[in-house]
């Protein structure tokens, strides 16, 4: 179990943070020059990259130069982001990060075997307030690619971030013998919601359907818009066995799912389509089998699960 031995705040508002560094940089100018380098260097680094993880892993490295830490952790739960390195347990200090205006993120760093000193504390005092104009700007920049990868009324993936990250997921599951399924899931006869009661209300079922698979996912899992009314599920680390049960189960979820608009109730089914990746195969591949199950399950009755056939070259 970790051990605070410090919990601490750094609320600064942007003139107060250039001015308290500036003095902070004067006193280890006149009494720990080595320190004050440090501090200096650190600065420098941190305004390499713009990406979260490298901005922490960058603080992480600078840091050991000067207080012995043996592990490193940094979360933002409003933009899901969580980072680790090192070990993180052990005796604990924490900051929480914010300005006048943001919340910049909860920082931790550990040690392994003592607490921090208050001499240490100090100088994690100084160092951390370096991070505040880099996480600022890291977490902007985290948040823009975020969005454009975002469905806007559904807030699933959408289909430039299913094309980046299923290349990934795939190139990674090749290489490590890894299994890799997906689902592609199409709501039954939904042209009929949006002609009988208007898009709004289409809409809303749409937010709805993407919240019930969310929901009954694995936090691994990850959902994409794929189409208008289909979304695929990309499952790692799971082979085709696994990947039916799920859909199985993701399907029953959805029909016992009711939705409400005011007096207005609707019932929804899906129809799935299940691949899992074969030895060679690459993206476009295993989509298309995925969709063609689709379009089986669909043309044999519909809110049903239908498993891919191999592909050619593992049949």
């Known amino acids: 179990m970790n051990a605070i031995s410090s919990a601490r705040i750094v609320d600064l508002d942007s003139e107060g943070l250039v001015k308290n560094h ?8 006149a009494g720990r020059h080595s320190e004050a380098l440090a501090l200096s260097r650190l600065s420098a680094v941190l305004q390499t990259s713009i990406e979260l993880s490298e901005i922490i892993s960058l603080f992480f490295r600078e840091i050991q130069r000067v207080v012995a830490a043996d592990g490193i952790s940094f979360e933002h739960t409003p933009y899901k982001f969580t980072y680790q390195l090192g070990t993180p347990k052990g005796r604990a200090s924490h900051y929480r990060i914010q300005t006048d205006s943001d919340y910049l993120g909860d920082l931790t760093l550990y040690r392994k075997s ?25 977490l902007r920049y985290h948040e823009a690619v975020r969005a454009s990868l975002t469905d806007g009324l559904t807030g699933a993936g959408n289909r430039i971030g299913l094309d980046s990250i299923l290349s990934r997921e795939v190139e990674q599951a090749s290489r490590y013998n890894h299994p890799l399924s997906v689902m592609i899931l199409d709501l039954d006869f939904f ?52 990947a039916k049960i799920g859909a199985e189960r993701i399907r029953q979820i959805i029909e016992r799912t009711n939705i409400s608009l005011g007096a207005l109730k609707i019932k929804v089914t899906a129809s799935i389509g299940v691949a899992s990746l074969c030895h060679g195969e690459d993206r476009e591949s295993l989509l298309r089998r995925a969709d063609k199950a689709l379009y089986c399950a669909k043309h044999s009755g519909r809110n049903q699960v239908t498993l891919a056939e191999p592909s050619l070259a593992n049949a």
């Open 22 to 29: 500036a003095r902070s940089t004067d006193a280890l100018h």
């Open 114 to 138: 003592r607490d921090f000193t208050p001499c240490d504390l100090e100088k994690l005092d100084r160092m951390v307030t370096s991070l505040v104009f880099p996480l600022r700007n890291g």
């Open 191 to 242: 042209k009929n919601i949006n002609d009988s009661h208007g898009h709004a209300v289409g809409d809303h079922v749409l937010k709805t359907i993407a919240g019930t698979i969310q929901n009954s996912s694995r936090n691994a899992d990850m959902i994409f818009r794929y189409g208008g009314e289909e979304f695929v599920i990309l499952l790692n680390k799971t082979d085709v066995a696994g």
